[in-house]
């Protein structure tokens, strides 16, 4: 809309060039009046009539702009009807449709998948850890038999070597 506003500001220059001519020649006087309090007392109407020439253009401006922008929103508004109109623009429409459709869906089957990976991930991480437990408990079994067994065999070659001295004495007579 930039663009509006420059070629509003443009043809203004070319309406208003006198208008514009006198704004610079107030502008000067009121500079010099700023610099030269005597000059005031010469024209003192020189601020009010530079602010009104002011006002002028930029309302003119103001104006135009508003023109140019209704007049660029109708010449819009003709294009768009124009490809409503058009089969090939609604069939590209539509194509482009389904293909928004079909990402979508294709995003919602990723996002599908990635949640049953974590899913299964956190399974195969639940089943190892179960595993790793029940080998544990099999190994601290195993572990216990066999010391259970070691304390047997030992008891049972204590109660045999105390059977054999006992046998030994006894024909020894002792």
Do not use: W
Request: hydrophobic letters at 35%.
């Amino acid at each position: 809309m930039e663009h509006i506003s420059l070629m509003a500001q443009e043809q203004v220059e070319i309406e208003m060039i006198q208008e514009i001519q006198q704004i610079q020649q107030l502008t000067q006087q009121v500079q010099m009046m700023q610099q030269n309090p005597q000059m005031a007392q010469q024209n003192p109407q020189a601020q009010q009539q530079l602010e009104a020439l002011q006002n002028k253009v930029e309302s003119r401006i103001a104006v135009l702009i508003a023109e140019l922008t209704e007049e660029f929103l109708n010449e819009e508004k003709k294009i768009n009807n124009m490809l409503d109109g058009d089969p090939l623009v609604k069939l590209k429409a539509q194509e482009l449709d389904l293909k928004a459709m079909e990402n979508e869906r294709k995003a919602k089957d990723d996002e599908a998948r990635i949640n049953l990976d974590k899913v299964k991930l956190l399974q195969g991480d639940r089943l190892a850890r179960d595993k790793m437990e029940q080998t544990e408990d099999i190994a601290n079994l195993r572990a216990k038999v066999t010391m259970d067994k070691q304390h047997l065999a030992n008891k049972a070659k204590r109660q045999s070597d105390l059977t054999k001295r006992y046998d030994v004495r006894t024909l020894k007579g002792r």
